[in-house]
C-alpha cells in the first residue's frame, strides 16, 4: 500500500554533508508524522529526527544543530540535512511514516524504508 523509496547515503569524511531523501509513494490517503532511524552494527535502531504535517520536528541529542529535518508535503518527500558527521554517525539510515490508508478511516499505520549505508570515515 505504501512505498518507500530512499537515497542519498554513501562514505563520507569526517565533517562532511549528505542528504538523506525518502519518497512515499502507493495507495493511501494521507502522510502523517514522517522521520527517521538509523541502526548502527549490534545497537537497536534509534530515532534521528522527527517531523509531523505542520512541521514540527524533534530531534535526538546527539545529531541537534547537525542534521536537519525538512518535508515535502505535496512530493510526500521528507529530507534529512546531515552535516558535520562525525564516526558515530555511521549507520543503516531508515525513513519511517505514518500513513492514513483511507479518508474514512483515523488509523495510521507505521511503514519502514529498505534503509541507506551511511559511513563516515576518520
Known amino acids: 500500500q505504501v512505498q518507500l523509496v530512499e537515497s542519498g547515503g554513501g562514505l563520507v569524511q569526517t565533517g562532511g554533508s549528505l542528504r538523506l531523501s525518502c519518497a512515499a509513494s502507493g495507495s493511501f490517503f494521507r502522510v502523517n508524522d514522517m522521520g527517521w532511524y538509523r541502526q548502527a552494527p549490534g545497537k537497536q535502531r534509534d530515532l534521528v529526527a522527527r517531523?509531523?504535517?505542520?512541521?514540527?520536528?524533534n530531534y535526538a541529542d546527539s545529531v541537534k544543530g547537525r542534521f536537519t529535518i525538512s518535508r515535502d508535503n505535496a512530493k510526500n518527500t521528507v529530507y534529512l540535512q546531515m552535516d558535520s558527521l562525525k564516526p558515530e554517525d555511521t549507520a543503516v539510515y531508515y525513513c519511517n511514516v505514518e500513513a492514513r490508508l483511507k479518508s474514512y478511516s483515523s488509523t495510521y499505520y507505521p511503514y519502514w524504508g529498505q534503509g541507506t549505508q551511511v559511513t563516515v570515515s576518520s
Open positions: 517531523i509531523n504535517m505542520l512541521g514540527s520536528t
